[in-house]
């Protein structure tokens, strides 16, 4: 195996916002945040980019042992390699019993998308 020439990279990104809970039947958490990221390295045309943008989501408890988090966002990289990079994220965890949870999570950044599912064991 052979690393790609300039394929590595380096990123910086951070964010601040508000949040606001509900209560009542189904309590949430629903949150809105400005977002900043810097990337350097080879696998960017320019070698860099910076952008700015938003992320808005919620965080569920929709049952005592059953948690949904989903957000949604976009970053616009208005300085280096120029691009609109839009982004989401769904995960879910369940407590099957008492130290032991199954965990999923299914997102899309771009062109590129994942899933994942693990079974955590807490010590």
Do not use: C
Not at 6 to 25: A, I, K, Q, Y
Not at 84 to 95: I, L, P
Request: aromatic share 14%.
């Amino acid at each position: 195996w052979k690393r790609p020439a300039g394929g590595s990279h380096f990123t910086l990104n951070g964010g601040s916002g508000l949040s606001v809970e509900t209560s009542g039947r189904w309590p949430a958490i629903f949150y809105a945040r400005a977002d900043a990221d810097l990337g350097v390295g080879g696998v960017f045309r320019e070698n860099a980019r910076v952008g700015l943008g938003g992320t808005g989501g919620i965080l569920w408890a929709s049952s005592p042992r059953l948690k949904i988090s989903a957000e949604g966002g976009a970053i616009h990289y208005a300085w280096g390699q120029v691009d609109t990079v839009t982004r989401w994220t769904v995960v879910a965890g369940w407590s099957l019993f008492d130290r032991w949870l199954l965990r999923t999570e299914f997102s899309r950044a771009g062109v590129y998308r994942e899933g994942l599912a693990t079974l955590n064991f807490f010590l």
